[in-house]
């Protein structure tokens, strides 16, 4: 290797991406050099794209990624050349309060690929080693992409913390909403409604294994549930979601919404009903059962990949322009 340029998706300010060359990474003490096979668009991209999302300026975006070891750095044993990984994106410092507590993804000095330093999609990244896990067997890198916002949906639902039989309801059926989907279905339980205002994604919520969709309207007459997720990063989707708790109900907060968003909550029942809101963010530690997951096909890749771009397309994707794009979107590198 040496002297390589590549062409790279890069974020310089908000409303401002652009497909440019890039000189090779460089390969520092601790970190590996990947191939990158393909990397996948998401909602963070989006919010990263237009500024409401604190990420690095003049960043390769891209913190779904997975490909083939090119290079080990100095001091890098555990993992050798030709390994196919797959990158979980976010990087603790290992001493804070947090870290030491084992809650890296709370890390007051977290890094994160594809946000605070260069990401994948480009055909070369450098990260640190330690954020490399090993494909299993019979799981494509391409397939693979899906294990970063598969490993959010893990932790997700290890927080939902979630009773065999109960009634569950979700709002939004993007990615994370369809994984979600298939996620409870293994788990064997019954009622699972997926919630969307488009027609395509509830009927995709069908054959992932809902039992039952709505749209936004008809979700917001007499649905109870025990465990409401909100997945699709829309305030409006809150009081709906809120409403629609059992009592002793639990409403998880998924999407990701905007800084500056609001919604209105009504303390009395969640006082009176014993509500329940629960936050999750980022998937720690839960990247090699999501790759488990995938490789199982208890999440079917297929199922949840959707339209291939080039670099260009991405480009447009992440500023929300030109035609709509069926979910995940994703760029495989040659
Ligand atoms: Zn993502
Ligand atoms: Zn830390």
Redesign the pocket.
Same mark, same amino acid.
């Given at each position: 290797m040496g002297g390589l340029v590549l062409k790279a998706l890069v974020f310089y300010a908000p409303g401002d991406v652009r497909v440019v060359d890039r000189p090779e990474p460089i390969v520092n003490a601790g970190e590996v050099l990947i191939k990158v096979a393909a990397a &996948?668009l998401? &909602?963070?991209d989006r919010h990263i794209a237009d500024g409401s999302y604190t990420s690095a300026k003049s960043m390769v975006l891209g913190? $779904?990624l997975a490909g083939v070891i090119q290079e080990v750095g100095h001091g890098v044993e555990h993992i050798s050349v030709g390994t196919r990984v797959c990158v979980d994106p976010n990087l603790g410092c290992h001493s804070c309060n947090y870290c030491r507590a084992g809650k890296p993804h709370l890390c007051l000095n977290a890094q994160a690929v594809g946000v605070t330093r260069d990401g994948g999609l480009a055909s070369y990244v450098s990260v640190p080693a330690e954020l490399c896990h090993p494909l299993p067997e019979g799981l494509s890198p391409v397939h693979a992409i899906l294990g $970063?916002?598969l490993s959010c949906v893990v932790h997700a639902l290890d927080r939902a913390n979630i009773e065999l039989g109960s009634k569950v309801a979700i709002w939004g059926l993007g990615t994370s909403g369809i994984m979600m989907i298939q996620c409870l279905r293994a788990m064997g339980q019954p009622t699972i409604i997926g919630v969307s205002h488009h027609e395509d994604q509830r009927n995709l919520a069908l054959r992932a294994g809902a039992t039952q969709v709505m749209t936004q309207e008809e979700a917001k007459q007499s649905l109870e549930v025990d465990l409401a997720i909100e997945a699709s990063g829309s305030p409006s989707a809150f009081e709906p979601a809120f409403n629609a708790l059992a009592p002793g109900g639990r409403m998880l907060l998924y999407g990701v919404m905007s800084p500056g968003d609001v919604v209105s909550l009504k303390p009395e029942q969640m006082f009176r009903r014993e509500l329940t809101l629960i936050g999750s963010y980022v998937g720690p530690r839960t990247l090699d059962r999501a790759l488990s997951l995938l490789a199982a096909r208890i999440v079917e890749p297929e199922m949840i990949l959707g339209d291939r771009l080039n670099l260009e397309e991405a480009r447009e994707w992440v500023l929300k322009e030109g035609a709509r794009k069926r979910a995940k979107a994703y760029v495989v590198f040659e």
């Open positions: &996948g998401c &909602g963070t913190h $779904e $970063e916002p």
